[in-house]
């Protein structure tokens, strides 16, 4: 967290930026180089973009993208888009603001992060990442049909070369939505299943609200929980280097 679909909501919230000129920019020097940020000052924003989970704010001088790790909250006007990730600060502490970026008009959109592993990037390259999941079925079954057939299905949803955006919890929700085990072989599981079951889970989790309102979002990953589908009882372990839940009846594995 956050995954595509908050970097989503970020990119909307950002929208009200464009047409303001920036009077004054500061970002953490842990985070971004502060020196390279300069030329925002006097510039105004033209466009904000997103591919996969990173943010790209456009203006006629210079882009920044932004990457928001685990914590960080994209805030523009002092309205935030999502009030709480599900494993993030409950707060708002100005001193975990990483970057801040002031409009001649007064208003302000700033990045708070308490963790501080956020990352502003001046002019950066996106295009070497994978398809955005927010792609059509079938531009992403396109991207899975020339992944290594061996791979288990997790592992290949993590992979950003292959579809940007999709985080822990979204493989999750698109492994107990294909019907399909995480360890599955990619080259064992229906692709054109798969495809449809990203386009209609992100869409999904867009419409409720984030990537922890599905089915084994946060209020299930625990030992004991059930699936909401058939009541069975949820399996877990480590899977991709990542903790992982699904439903034994429905999707099958071990
Ligand atoms: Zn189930």
């Known amino acids: 967290m956050p995954e595509g679909i908050e970097a989503e909501m970020y990119r909307r919230a950002a929208l009200r930026a464009i047409g303001r000129s920036v009077s004054q920019v500061w970002v953490d020097a842990r985070c971004g180089d502060p020196a390279s940020m300069s030329a925002l000052v006097g510039a105004t924003v033209i ?45 708002d502490d100005p001193a975990w603001d990483r970057w801040v970026m002031t409009f001649a008009d007064g208003g302000v959109l700033r990045v708070n992060d308490p963790r501080r592993w956020s990352r502003y990037v001046a002019d950066p390259i996106v295009g070497e990442v994978g398809v955005d999941l927010y792609s059509p079925a079938a531009a992403i079954a396109d991207a899975l049909n020339v992944v290594g057939r061996r791979r288990a299905l997790k592992s290949v949803l993590l992979d950003q070369t292959v579809v940007a955006g999709i985080g822990n919890l979204i493989a999750d929700e698109v492994a107990s939505a294909a019907e399909v085990a995480p360890r599955t072989p990619i080259g064992d599981v229906d692709i054109g299943v798969v495809a449809r079951a990203i386009e209609a889970t992100v869409h999904l989790l867009d419409r409720q609200g984030g990537s922890h309102t599905g089915d084994l979002g946060p209020v299930r990953r625990h030992a004991g929980a059930v699936c909401p589908i058939d009541g069975a009882e949820l399996a877990h372990d480590t899977v991709a280097g990542r903790s992982t839940y699904w439903c034994p009846q429905h999707q099958g594995g071990t």
């Open 47 to 91: 466009d904000a973009r997103r591919h996969g989970k990173v943010v790209v704010l456009d203006t006629e001088r210079m882009s920044v993208g932004m990457h928001f790790a685990m914590t960080g909250r994209l805030i523009v006007d002092g309205d935030a888009p999502i009030a709480e990730l599900a494993y993030g600060a409950r707060r």
